[in-house]
């Protein structure tokens, strides 16, 4: 079966930077879209960044956009998410997500990993 496991999530300072990483499997990788979404506590789940199958197309939230680059890595079956000068309200749960097309919102993604926590102290 389909699994997405994200890692690299903790906990960091305002300013500082995490790399998430979303390892595939049960998948053909390169034939799909990656994405991470986010969802803080009593928000909505938001999309966060994508990128489509062979990484030369990446879309962004304007709330991070400047801050987080999102990658992939074929030959490994991994996504990344850089995120650098992070704030408090990034603190949230980060997903990882695939698609068989790239989805810039929180619906259309086929598959989904379990999350991982980012919480960014001010």
């Known amino acids: 079966q389909v699994q997405l496991v994200e890692s690299g999530g903790g906990l960091v300072q305002a300013g500082g930077s995490l790399r998430l990483s979303c390892a595939a499997s049960?998948?053909?990788?390169?034939?799909?879209?990656m994405g991470w979404l986010r969802q803080a506590p009593g928000r909505e789940r938001e999309f966060v960044a994508a990128i489509n199958w062979s990484g030369d197309s990446t879309y962004y939230a304007d709330s991070v956009k400047g801050r987080f680059t999102i990658s992939r890595d074929n030959t490994k079956n991994t996504v990344y998410l850089q995120m650098n000068s992070l704030k408090p309200e990034d603190t949230a749960v980060y997903y990882c997500?695939?698609?068989?097309?790239?989805?810039?919102?929180?619906?259309?993604?086929?598959?989904w990993g379990q999350g991982t926590q980012v919480t960014v102290s001010s």
């Open positions: 997500a695939a698609n068989t097309v790239v989805a810039v919102t929180t619906t259309f993604w086929e598959y």
């Open positions: 049960g998948l053909t990788f390169r034939k799909y879209a």
